[in-house]
């Protein structure tokens, strides 16, 4: 649990752990857009999804011209699908809701995320910290 005003910080190394390093940047990404205009977490999972799907047969919201009157349903099914193909992108999903759903049940249900990435400049591989 983390207490209201809490901060979060997570260490990732991504040359030791490059699996972990992507699921925290999504995860914090995903806290960061809670309360964004510019895009939902859901739309950033599923671009991470796009993005590290290696097989076309997961490939997401792809239809056919004709199709796209009738397939709004099939595309958010075939998003979700394609989220529990893929490990990390199925483990933020879920930590989000759990997050999304206490956040409901809050004193401050509209409190913003603040995330920040800092990195060492000047060293290859270096480890990174995350802060929300």
Known sequence: MIR???????ATYPATNVEEDMA???????LALLT???RTWEEEIISF??????ST???IGTTSEEDDDNNA?????NDLLAIRENDIAFVVYRAMEKIVDQRKYSNNPKSTWRV????KLGMDCA???YTA
């Open 4 to 10: 209201n005003g809490g901060m979060i910080s997570i």
């Open 24 to 30: 925290v940047k999504l995860f914090v990404t995903c």
């Open 36 to 38: 964004s205009n510019i």
């Open 49 to 54: 999804v796009k993005t590290t799907s290696t």
């Open 57 to 59: 047969s997961t490939a």
């Open 73 to 77: 349903n099939d595309n958010n099914d």
């Open 116 to 119: 920040a990435q800092h990195e």
């Open 127 to 129: 480890p990174i910290l």
